[in-house]
């Protein structure tokens, strides 16, 4: 059954540097996300991201961040200058795009620790 | 504004019993979408089931079911006769508006006992 996967599963990192997690979405889905989760809370929406643009984000997605899907299968959140509060399970997510409640199916997460 | 609550932060329960997490959702828009995901110890979000706003029938799969109550903004998960397979973390979230963003709930962190 095809899956999203994430890369690495967990990375450290010292505060201010930059931080590039990458997933690689299902393959024939054309809607890919971004959430987090800080430990202990809710899950978080970063952002949305269809045709090799961004359709959605939300306030936590400042210019910090970034996205982009550099070939056909990648997709990667950049963080700039990682913050102490940066710290969290990153999720990257894929959706079919044949609706706009269509599923959207979660990676195993990345988990960021800037120290 | 759009809200997701899962009162039950924490439930313990004795393998075989049957369990319910509860979930309470807000919005304005008639169409909209509900979801459950499991998120086990390891970290991973599994899809369990996705209901819309046009169709309150309930569901059952397997030892799970789910009953959709537009009535009291309610869509609430049964585990029936729980193993300890079932310990995790179960999100509520919602979708709804011209958006395809997620708003989860805090989660109800279930653990079954052997």
């Known amino acids: 059954e095809p899956e999203v996967t994430q890369t690495p599963s967990h990375q450290v990192t010292q505060m201010g540097q930059e931080v590039i997690l990458r997933c690689v979405p299902i393959?024939?889905?054309?809607?890919f996300y971004w959430y987090r989760q800080i430990l202990g809370q809710k899950v978080e929406f970063l952002v949305s991201f269809y045709n090799n643009e961004i359709s959605e984000k939300s306030e936590i997605f400042d210019d910090q961040f970034s996205v982009e899907r550099p070939d056909g299968s990648n997709f990667t959140l950049k963080i700039r200058s990682t913050k102490l509060e940066d710290s969290a399970m990153y999720f990257c997510?894929?959706?079919?795009?044949?609706?706009?409640?269509?599923?959207?199916?979660f990676g195993p997460g990345t988990r960021l620790t800037v120290l | 504004a759009q809200k997701v609550t899962q009162a039950q932060t924490e439930i313990s329960v004795v393998e075989k019993e049957d369990v319910t997490l509860d979930c309470v959702y807000e919005?304005?828009?008639?169409?909209?979408?509900l979801f459950w995901y499991k998120q086990p110890p390891s970290g991973e979000l599994v899809f369990l089931i996705r209901r819309n706003s046009f169709d309150e029938q309930n569901e059952i799969s397997g030892r799970y079911s789910w009953n959709f109550q537009k009535s009291t903004s309610s869509f609430n998960f049964t585990i029936t006769a729980s193993q300890v397979v079932d310990s995790a973390v179960y999100f509520c979230a919602l979708k709804a508006g011209n958006n395809r963003k997620l708003i989860w709930g805090l989660g109800t962190s279930l653990a079954v006992n052997p």
């Open positions: 393959s024939n889905h054309l809607y």
């Open positions: 997510a894929s959706s079919g795009g044949t609706g706009w409640g269509d599923t959207q199916y």
């Open positions: 919005t304005r828009d008639t169409t909209y979408y």
